[in-house]
């Protein structure tokens, strides 16, 4: 993660689970996701409802809903609302390149359950219910209630000197100036140089 500016859900051991992230990056790239699981524990039992396709299931809810998809707009708006005042906090200020652009898919379609599941976290119980419902899908391996600390981190590896994060961009040139990274996949003469 990076230009994390403030931790907006914990472990009830204190540990965080949730990390906010500055609306612009200090390289100034526009960073539309602001909300980011920390812990191992919670990301792995996310990472399984993703494996498990139900990111597919919950598209079909909201297509076949409309309750639903007007609660999912209203946690996008919410989602926004909260980067906007993440943003005013650190003193970025707006950012305009990704005014109406949240995370996760919304407010039309499920992309990351991370992302939404990180929302819900920060945000609380009510507000995106598509986060709150992978919550509670997760709760055979991850609850709020309990601490899964002891052991969730691997400590002994030295810090990174530079951003490791193979994120960039993302494809953005007309907001950055550049274009954004060409991943090669593992399969191609290129890849093998």
């Known amino acids: 993660m990076r230009d994390v500016v403030e931790i ?4 009830v051991c ?5 990390a906010a992230t500055a609306p612009r990056l200090g390289n100034g790239t526009p960073f539309p996701t602001t909300f980011y699981l920390t812990h191992p524990v919670i990301t792995s039992a996310v990472s399984r409802l993703e494996a498990a396709g139900v990111m597919n299931e919950m598209n079909e809810q909201l297509a076949g809903d409309e309750e639903l998809r007007a609660a999912y707009r209203s946690a996008h708006e919410a989602y926004l609302a909260a980067r906007a005042a993440i943003g005013e906090r650190s003193g970025i200020g707006a ?3 990704i005014d109406g652009i949240s995370a996760g898919g919304m407010p039309t379609r499920v992309k990351c359950l991370h992302v ?3 929302h819900s976290l920060a945000a609380g119980p009510g507000v995106n219910p ?4 992978a919550l509670a899908a997760v709760s055979e391996w991850w609850t709020a209630d309990r601490c899964y600390c002891d052991g969730a981190w691997d400590t002994s590896g030295e810090v990174p ?3 490791l994060s193979r994120h960039g961009p993302q494809g953005l040139p007309d907001i950055v100036g550049r274009p954004a990274p060409v991943r ?6 290129e890849a093998a140089k």
């Open 161 to 163: 000197a530079k951003d």
């Open 184 to 189: 090669k996949s593992s399969g191609t003469a």
């Open 116 to 118: 939404l599941v990180g």
């Open 8 to 11: 907006p859900a914990r472990c």
């Open 130 to 133: 598509l986060g709150d419902q």
């Open 95 to 97: 950012v305009p390149e």
């Open 14 to 18: 204190g540990n965080p689970l949730v």
